[in-house]
């Protein structure tokens, strides 16, 4: 098997490719002075076995994918990897006239050439319908459970900031035996809202709060702060895919949290925890 590395996971590709033993083609990447993306494959695949590894975390990074495609379209037999999906967030009509990016993506992904796509913890796994070719949804979050486990954290309390990372948090915290809950905002009065955990009381415990993405920083900013209020001791957070845009990084420690933890389904500062194996062990069953 080849291992084609697309610009957004060079890492991770690399990562995947020496925990199969198998080689990574050689790729250029550059852009046109009008902006245009130019992507080149220097190795050849005809007749090969190729895993396409390219997160989608811009649109140029799109671009690159649909060229990687194009590509390898002698080859013997294509999968895809996606460790981050970008555009999963907008999953349906919020407003009428807006596109269904993720239906839009998955569309213009779908070609009868892959065998298979892989994706990491995609925001909603009901926008797997859209794609027409066999695609599965890998879960990192034994890898963050493990992980946590192994930092010898004082009695860790895994926290979601909202009822949209409860599966996460029980996902991550019940294979390691860890307690779990998830905000919830309470309104007080005309002016007043509480965001307590549901059941739990964090006075004293190191609280862990965990979410799938972690864009902006502000949905975390604003549980950390309201855990610190409730007298919560240690805060970590810990988040599959780190995309940690504008001043998310500052917000958050600025917030009372102490560490970021992240995968490497967008390589950063924070990306501590490797989905390699897990990737590698789903391509050689
Ligand atoms: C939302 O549904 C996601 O699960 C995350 O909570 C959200 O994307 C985080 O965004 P931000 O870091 O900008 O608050």
Sequence with gaps: MKIIPGMSSQLLAAR?????GCNVSLCEFKKFPDGESYT???DGIKGEEVTIVQSIITDSDLICLLQLLDTVEGAHETTVVIPYLGYARQDKKFKPG???SARAVARCL????????YVVNVHNNAILQYFDNDTKDLDASHAIGDYIAKKEIKHPVIIGPDAGAKELAKAV?????FDYDVLEKRRISGDEVEITPRTLSVEGENVIIVDDIISTGGTIAEAASMLKVQGASEIHVACVHGLFVQNATLRMFTAGIKEIIATDTIESAFSTISIAKMVAEVLTR
Excluded: N, W
């Excluded at 995947?16 to 199969?20: K, T, V």
């Excluded at 779908?110 to 796509?117: G, L, M, N, V």
């Design 40 to 42: 080149r494959v220097a």
């Design 98 to 100: 807006e596109a269904i």
């Design 173 to 177: 915290a019940a294979p390691q035996g």
């Design 16 to 20: 995947i490719a020496s925990e199969l």
């Design 110 to 117: 779908c070609r009868d050439t892959i065998k298979s796509i």
